[in-house]
């Protein structure tokens, strides 16, 4: 179990993440809709996540959605590397009715993000602009090179939900066992 703290003038954050978990989740951010993308993520990661989050919302939800992604992308990286039998790339589609978006990943240690999801606006009272911000914390934080990319999709929720699904989805691809890779890189190290 990886444990982390962040605690700043905007945000006071505790989380628990086990990697090779059962998709048990408990959390409680105070960004209702970031909740439940979280819990969607750790079920279908098959990672076991506790998020504890209090953050400065009555300005609005950006430092917590954010620094929320730092602390997990901080403890993705403890978890993965040094890396080594594991199959290192992965990728999935998620279709959520009308929608559609493809993660495709690399456990590289170069962190990198293409997100091509063109939505904007509320959902509820989250704004969609910052999924981009807590993937990007995510993914530069972890070490991953991550391209999330909407195929299709006209519904907002679907949409974001569908993006938090197939990142999480390609990570339990990508970290899926694999004795005979060994360090899963010619260079001999990630």
């Not at 703290?5 to 954050?13: A, M």
């Amino acid at each position: 179990m990886i444990q982390k703290k962040r605690q700043t003038k905007e945000t006071d954050i505790d989380l628990s993440l086990r990697i090779a978990g059962e998709g048990k989740s408990t959390i409680s951010t105070k960004v209702g809709f970031l909740d439940h993308m979280l819990e969607s993520f750790a079920k279908h990661a098959q990672i076991d996540l506790m998020v504890t989050c209090v953050g400065d919302v009555h300005i609005d939800d950006h430092h917590s959605v954010e620094d929320i992604g730092i602390v997990l992308g901080q403890a993705l990286r403890e978890a993965i590397y040094p890396i080594e039998k594991v199959e290192r790339f992965g990728s999935a589609v998620i279709v959520m009715d009308e929608a559609a978006v493809r993660c495709d990943l690399d456990l590289s240690n170069r962190p990198f993000l293409v997100y091509d999801v063109p939505v904007s606006g509320k959902i509820g009272a989250f704004d969609a602009e910052l999924a981009e911000e807590f993937f990007r914390a995510v993914v530069f934080n972890a070490g991953i090179t991550a391209h999330i990319i909407m195929v299709r999709g006209k519904n907002k929720h679907h949409i974001i939900e569908a993006a938090f699904k197939s990142l999480a989805v390609a990570l339990r691809r990508a970290l899926a066992r694999n004795d005979r890779a060994g360090v899963p890189s010619t260079k001999g190290v990630l």
